[in-house]
């Protein structure tokens, strides 16, 4: 006999059948992933119309659909999927996640009913199962799944503490109590029990059986710093100040405390202290007792930086903005303080030194130029101060009007300082087109003109602008009495020059000199030596304070 020969048109095996599918399976996931989808429902869908296995098909179907947003196809789908197949935990998965989110919510419940089934002995599903129940308040449920799943874990922190808050809820006191107790004898060293359960008390007025789970806690470890710090916040809130601060001392030098729970107590202690001034000194020494702790914590020595600045000492809050920068130098903000409290001291040496640093790190930081700028300009670098500061000006966004002032008016400093007077009043009168309100502008501005003996009526104006604008400010109550002195108004000089010297203008080699102009033009010699000698004493005070700094 011959070898008998395939017909084309015999039927093809289940065999065969299974190797075409599989075939047509594969490249339908490649034109999935290369985002074909049309190609890739073609593939499958020949598939699910032969007589092989379809349900992977439709379960491939079903996410293609999920990606098209086409959400009644894609379940239409993974019901297929899950009927054909309700044992493979991922379609029954896909099918839970996609019914969740659709907000499909019986539907969902039946195929968490049918997964539990499927997989009886998996309390990661019980547990989900539970947690679906919750979102859905539908907390009697809940609590049965979790009471079964007790049954077979024993206690647990996703068992019983979930159990604890669900009683909480309904306000069921006894299995509350009897929840949490389960886990304190359970986990005998987790402090965080403990102080749910005095919480829980705090709550329902029981204040002494609360206090005796903290001390209870205590026995065991007499130095936990959550308890101490559950404690303190207690001693605070009932008016027991003195014993809430020996305890959150404790708390904060305490290295087993978590670095995070420090910042918050930092962080309440200054915002108290903003509202109690009786506050401040505590809060200043919990602070210092942190940084000094943890010196290479940014968030802590920042937080320590801010108030201590914000109470005005400005050198001691650089000691910690170095902090900051030295273990975070990509903290923009801390290099801006530093810099910002070397400008508060007057120390523009310094402030030269860290703006060029922090220029080396941020070079497309406008603000940093302007610092730069305006540290050269005070050490009579003008040349130097004019060039960083026409590189800033160039970065400065137009609609931010305020920063673009200050450069120009910075500007306008540098150039009066080398006479180039011109370029300084056009750098100025561009300022207060940005910022017509700027006092400090208005003031240098009118000064400068009144100091050239030029456009003396209209310094006068702006001079008048910047003293209502920043009323006793004693150096521009000292221009204003300077232009009248210009403008030969030697009595109206002499008040305001007084009112300069009231508001502190005393220590003023300037303000003093002017005095002395003042008291001469009004014949009275006398008084005018006197100024002036005490501005000459005040120079050399000055001239010997800046040979000491230079030594």
Same mark, same amino acid.
């Given at each position: 006999?011959?070898?008998?020969?395939?017909?084309?048109?015999?039927?093809?095996? +289940?065999?065969?059948?299974?190797?075409?599918?599989?075939?047509?399976?594969?490249?339908?996931?490649?034109?999935?992933?290369?985002?074909?989808?049309?190609?890739?429902?073609?593939?499958?869908?020949?598939?699910?119309?032969?007589?092989?296995?379809?349900?992977?098909?439709?379960?491939?179907?079903?996410?293609?659909?999920?990606?098209?947003?086409?959400?009644?196809?894609?379940?239409?789908?993974?019901?297929?999927?899950?009927?054909?197949?309700?044992?493979?935990?991922?379609?029954?998965?896909?099918?839970?996640?996609?019914?969740?989110?659709?907000?499909?919510?019986?539907?969902?419940?039946?195929?968490?009913?049918?997964?539990?089934?499927?997989?009886?002995?998996?309390?990661?599903?019980?547990?989900?199962?539970?947690? $679906?129940?919750?979102?859905?308040?539908?907390?009697?449920?809940?609590?049965?799944?979790?009471?079964?799943?007790?049954?077979?874990?024993?206690?647990?922190?996703?068992?019983?503490?979930?159990? $604890?808050?669900?009683?909480?809820?309904?306000?069921?006191?006894?299995?509350?109590?009897?929840?949490?107790?389960?886990?304190?004898?359970?986990?005998?060293?987790?402090?965080?029990?403990?102080?749910?359960?005095?919480?829980?008390?705090?709550?329902?007025?029981?204040?002494?059986?609360?206090?005796?789970?903290?001390?209870?806690?205590?026995?065991?470890?007499?130095?936990?710093?959550?308890?101490?710090?559950?404690?303190?916040?207690?001693?605070?809130?009932?008016?027991?100040?003195?014993?809430?601060?020996?305890?959150?001392?404790?708390?904060?030098?305490?290295?087993?405390?978590?670095?995070?729970?420090?910042?918050?107590?930092?962080?309440?202690?200054?915002?108290?202290?903003?509202?109690?001034?009786?506050?401040?000194?505590?809060?200043?020494?919990?602070?210092?007792?942190?940084?000094?702790?943890?010196?290479?914590?940014?968030?802590?020595?920042?937080?320590?930086?801010?108030?201590?600045?914000?109470?005005?000492?400005?050198?001691?809050?650089?000691?910690?903005?170095?902090?900051?920068?030295?273990?975070?130098?990509?903290?923009?903000?801390?290099?801006?303080?530093?810099?910002?409290?070397?400008?508060?001291?007057?120390?523009?040496?310094?402030?030269?030194?860290?703006?060029?640093?922090?220029?080396?790190?941020?070079?497309?930081?406008?603000?940093?130029?302007?610092?730069?700028?305006?540290?050269?300009?005070?050490?009579?670098?003008?040349?130097?101060?004019?060039?960083?500061?026409? +590189?800033?000006?160039?970065?400065?966004?137009?609609?931010?009007?305020?920063?673009?002032?200050?450069?120009?008016?910075?500007?306008?400093?540098?150039?009066?300082?080398?006479?180039?007077?011109?370029?300084?009043?056009?750098?100025?009168?561009?300022?207060?087109?940005?910022?017509?309100?700027?006092?400090?502008?208005?003031?240098?501005?009118?000064?400068?003109?009144?100091?050239?003996?030029?456009?003396?009526?209209?310094?006068?104006?702006?001079?008048?602008?910047?003293?209502?604008?920043?009323?006793?400010?004693?150096? $521009?109550?000292?221009?204003?009495?300077?232009?009248?002195?210009?403008?030969?108004?030697?009595?109206?000089?002499?008040?305001?020059?007084?009112?300069?010297?009231?508001?502190?203008?005393?220590?003023?080699?300037?303000?003093?000199?002017?005095?002395?102009?003042?008291?001469?033009?009004?014949?009275?010699?006398?008084?005018?030596?006197?100024?002036?000698?005490?501005?000459?004493?005040?120079?050399?005070?000055?001239?010997?304070?800046?040979?000491?700094?230079?030594?």
């Amino acid at each position: 006999m011959g070898k008998k020969v395939h017909s084309f048109f015999s039927p093809v095996s +289940e065999n065969e059948l299974t190797i075409k599918n599989n075939l047509k399976f594969i490249d339908a996931i490649s034109f999935k992933n290369s985002g074909d989808y049309e190609k890739a429902i073609e593939l499958l869908n020949q598939i699910i119309n032969s007589k092989g296995d379809k349900a992977p098909a439709y379960f491939e179907l079903a996410k293609i659909y999920t990606f098209k947003s086409e959400n009644q196809q894609a379940l239409h789908f993974v019901n297929e999927a899950v009927d054909l197949n309700p044992k493979n935990k991922w379609y029954l998965n896909y099918k839970i996640n996609l019914t969740r989110e659709l907000g499909l919510y019986k539907q969902c419940e039946e195929a968490y009913l049918l997964r539990r089934k499927m997989f009886p002995s998996d309390t990661d599903y019980d547990i989900e199962f539970s947690d $679906f129940y919750i979102d859905g308040k539908e907390y009697l449920k809940a609590l049965k799944i979790l009471n079964q799943v007790e049954v077979k874990l024993g206690v647990s922190h996703h068992v019983n503490f979930n159990k $604890f808050l669900l009683y909480k809820g309904l306000d069921k006191y006894h299995q509350c109590e009897q929840e949490i107790q389960k886990l304190i004898i359970a986990f005998p060293s987790k402090a965080y029990y403990r102080i749910q359960f005095a919480d829980f008390k705090f709550e329902y007025g029981e204040d002494s059986s609360a206090l005796k789970i903290y001390n209870d806690a205590l026995e065991l470890n007499p130095e936990n710093p959550y308890i101490l710090n559950e404690l303190a916040h207690y001693y605070f809130k009932d008016n027991q100040i003195e014993k809430s601060k020996s305890l959150y001392r404790q708390v904060i030098k305490n290295i087993d405390f978590n670095l995070s729970e420090k910042h918050k107590i930092l962080l309440k202690f200054k915002r108290l202290s903003e509202l109690d001034d009786s506050l401040n000194d505590f809060t200043k020494a919990l602070m210092i007792l942190a940084a000094n702790l943890h010196p290479y914590d940014s968030h802590i020595n920042l937080i320590s930086a801010d108030f201590i600045y914000e109470s005005g000492n400005y050198r001691e809050s650089v000691k910690y903005y170095q902090r900051v920068v030295d273990s975070k130098p990509s903290d923009y903000v801390a290099w801006l303080q530093l810099i910002t409290s070397y400008y508060d001291l007057s120390n523009y040496k310094e402030m030269l030194k860290k703006s060029s640093e922090a220029l080396e790190l941020f070079p497309s930081q406008p603000s940093l130029y302007l610092y730069n700028g305006i540290a050269n300009v005070q050490l009579k670098k003008y040349s130097n101060a004019i060039d960083i500061l026409g +590189e800033g000006n160039d970065l400065v966004l137009t609609k931010d009007k305020r920063l673009k002032a200050q450069f120009l008016s910075s500007l306008g400093d540098a150039c009066h300082a080398i006479g180039k007077h011109q370029e300084s009043d056009q750098y100025f009168e561009l300022s207060l087109e940005q910022d017509s309100e700027n006092y400090f502008v208005l003031n240098n501005y009118a000064y400068y003109l009144s100091d050239r003996n030029v456009k003396l009526e209209k310094a006068k104006k702006m001079s008048q602008k910047s003293n209502l604008l920043n009323p006793n400010e004693a150096s $521009f109550q000292d221009t204003y009495g300077w232009i009248l002195y210009q403008l030969g108004e030697y009595e109206k000089a002499l008040g305001w020059l007084k009112k300069s010297i009231l508001n502190g203008g005393g220590d003023s080699v300037v303000i003093n000199r002017h005095m002395g102009e003042v008291y001469e033009k009004l014949g009275q010699l006398d008084e005018a030596k006197k100024y002036w000698n005490k501005a000459k004493e005040l120079e050399i005070d000055s001239d010997e304070l800046i040979n000491e700094l230079k030594q």
